[in-house]
C-alpha cells in the first residue's frame, strides 16, 4: 500500500474534502486485549476472559475496548499518510466520535481517513480528520469520529 506524502500546511490543503486513503488490516488478539487491560487496569470479563465471554456474554467472544481501537488511530494514521517536515505533533482532540459496533477478539479492523479541515493557526497546522474504523465483514463500522492534530511544521 503506498501512502500519501504530505510535508507541508500547504499540501495538506490540497486534500481538504477528498479521502485520504485506507490502513491496512490489523488483527485485534486477545494477548493485544489482556495488555491493554494491563494498561488501563479494566479488566472487565468481557473483555479479559474467554470462557465466561463465550458462555454468558452477548456476542459469544470476547471483545476489544473501545478505547483499544481508539489506540490504533495513530499506527492507521501513519498507514495512510507519512507527514515529514514538521517539529511537532500533538494529538488535539477528538469530536462527534461514536462506538457503533464491537470489535469481537480476531477481528480484522482498518480505518479510513477524510480531510475534513486544515486551519493555519500562526504557523501550527490544525487537522481535522474524518476517521471510520471498518470491521472487515460488517457493514457498520466500529466507531466513527473526527480527530485534531496539531502539526508544527519546519519553515
Same mark, same amino acid.
Not at 503506498?2 to 481538504?16: A, D, G, M, T, V
Not at 488511530?73 to 515529514?84: A, N, R
Not at 490544525?126 to 476517521?131: A, G
Given at each position: 500500500?503506498? !501512502?500519501?506524502?504530505?510535508?507541508? $500546511?500547504?499540501?495538506?490543503?490540497?486534500?481538504?474534502?477528498?479521502?485520504?486513503?485506507?490502513?491496512?488490516?490489523?488483527?485485534?488478539?486477545?494477548?493485544?486485549?489482556?495488555?491493554?487491560?494491563?494498561?488501563?487496569?479494566?479488566?472487565?470479563?468481557?473483555?479479559?476472559?474467554?470462557?465466561?465471554?463465550?458462555?454468558?456474554?452477548?456476542?459469544?467472544?470476547?471483545?476489544?475496548?473501545?478505547?483499544?481501537?481508539?489506540?490504533?488511530?495513530?499506527?492507521?494514521?501513519?498507514?495512510?499518510?507519512?507527514?515529514?517536515?514538521?517539529?511537532?505533533?500533538?494529538?488535539?482532540?477528538?469530536?462527534?466520535?461514536?462506538?457503533?459496533?464491537?470489535?469481537?477478539?480476531?477481528?480484522?479492523? !482498518?480505518? $479510513?481517513?477524510?480531510?475534513?479541515?486544515?486551519?493555519?493557526? !500562526?504557523?501550527?497546522? !490544525?487537522?481535522?480528520?474524518?476517521?471510520?474504523?471498518?470491521?472487515?465483514?460488517?457493514?457498520?463500522?466500529?466507531?466513527?469520529?473526527?480527530?485534531?492534530?496539531?502539526? $508544527?511544521?519546519?519553515?
Amino acid at each position: 500500500m503506498s !501512502r500519501l506524502l504530505i510535508q507541508s $500546511h500547504k499540501e495538506f490543503e490540497q486534500y481538504l474534502g477528498q479521502k485520504l486513503g485506507v490502513s491496512d488490516y490489523h488483527t485485534v488478539t486477545q494477548e493485544q486485549i489482556n495488555k491493554f487491560a494491563d494498561s488501563t487496569l479494566d479488566y472487565q470479563w468481557i473483555h479479559t476472559d474467554p470462557e465466561k465471554a463465550k458462555n454468558e456474554g452477548a456476542f459469544g467472544s470476547t471483545i476489544a475496548h473501545g478505547y483499544l481501537t481508539l489506540s490504533l488511530l495513530p499506527y492507521m494514521w501513519e498507514q495512510v499518510v507519512e507527514v515529514t517536515n514538521f517539529k511537532m505533533l500533538v494529538n488535539y482532540g477528538i469530536e462527534q466520535f461514536k462506538f457503533g459496533q464491537p470489535v469481537l477478539v480476531n477481528n480484522r479492523v !482498518r480505518t $479510513h481517513v477524510w480531510l475534513k479541515e486544515c486551519t493555519n493557526l !500562526r504557523g501550527i497546522s !490544525r487537522v481535522k480528520l474524518n476517521v471510520q474504523m471498518e470491521i472487515e465483514g460488517n457493514k457498520k463500522p466500529a466507531f466513527e469520529g473526527v480527530v485534531i492534530f496539531l502539526y $508544527h511544521f519546519n519553515n
